[in-house]
């Protein structure tokens, strides 16, 4: 952030001289430029404090690796037909109230989620869903990733059947 700052700084100073050279109005000018700079860093800074929680690296496994190789090899007992996925929408927008922090979108954009760090998981990110195994996502489900404002949810508001719906609908939010 200082650097930006410093970039929008030096350009209003350059600009000021330009304002100076270029007439009897300058002053005001001037000061309206300033207003401007300060607005603006003001403006950045804040973004800077938003952006300052990110995604956890999504190359690092949730399951802790004594229980990784089990979590990877449970396979989803359900079929990811349009009737499931839409099941699983209704658990993720509905019961399970996935969507306060992942958001409607999927995309951890969720208003319950912005305040957490590390954010809520973006499931239309591609690599994501090249890195997870469904059995991985079930065992994050039903034990939460430690640290993190992603606690257990089944069996506390969901069961096992709408763990692995949800699941399917998870998928299905791939690359939109
Ligand atoms: C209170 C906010 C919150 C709610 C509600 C929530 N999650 Fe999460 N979720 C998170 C956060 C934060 C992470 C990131 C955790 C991490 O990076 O370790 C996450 C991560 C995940 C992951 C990915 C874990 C991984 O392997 O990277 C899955 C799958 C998941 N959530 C599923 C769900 C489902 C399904 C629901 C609804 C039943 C749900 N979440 C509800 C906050 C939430």
Redesign the pocket.
């Known amino acids: 952030m200082p650097s930006l700052f410093n970039v929008f700084a030096r350009k209003s100073i350059s600009d000021r001289k330009s304002t100076i050279l270029s007439g009897k109005n300058g002053g005001k000018k001037v000061m309206k430029l300033w207003k401007f700079a300060l607005v603006l860093a003001t403006g950045l800074t804040f973004m800077g404090t938003l952006a300052f929680a990110a995604?956890?690296d999504?190359n690092i496994?949730?399951?802790p690796p004594d229980q990784l190789d089990a979590a990877k090899a449970m396979k989803n007992p359900l079929p990811a037909t349009p009737d499931v996925v839409a099941k699983g929408k209704a658990?993720?927008e509905g019961k399970?109230?996935?969507?306060?922090?992942?958001g409607m979108s999927g995309k951890?954009d969720?208003d319950?989620?912005k305040a957490?760090d590390?954010?809520?998981?973006d499931?239309t990110n591609a690599k994501?869903h090249e890195l997870?195994t469904d059995g991985?996502?079930f065992w994050?489900?039903k034990n939460g990733?430690?640290?993190?404002?992603?606690?257990q949810?089944?069996p506390t508001?969901?069961n096992d059947e709408?763990?692995w719906q949800?699941?399917h609908y998870?998928r299905s939010l791939k690359g939109k």
Request: glycine residues 12%.
């Open positions: 995604e956890r999504v496994p949730r399951v658990v993720f399970g109230t996935c969507f306060t922090c992942h951890g969720g319950a989620g957490l590390p954010t809520p998981r499931f994501f997870r991985e996502m994050v489900i990733s430690a640290g993190t404002g992603m606690i949810y089944n508001m969901i709408e763990a949800s699941i998870i």
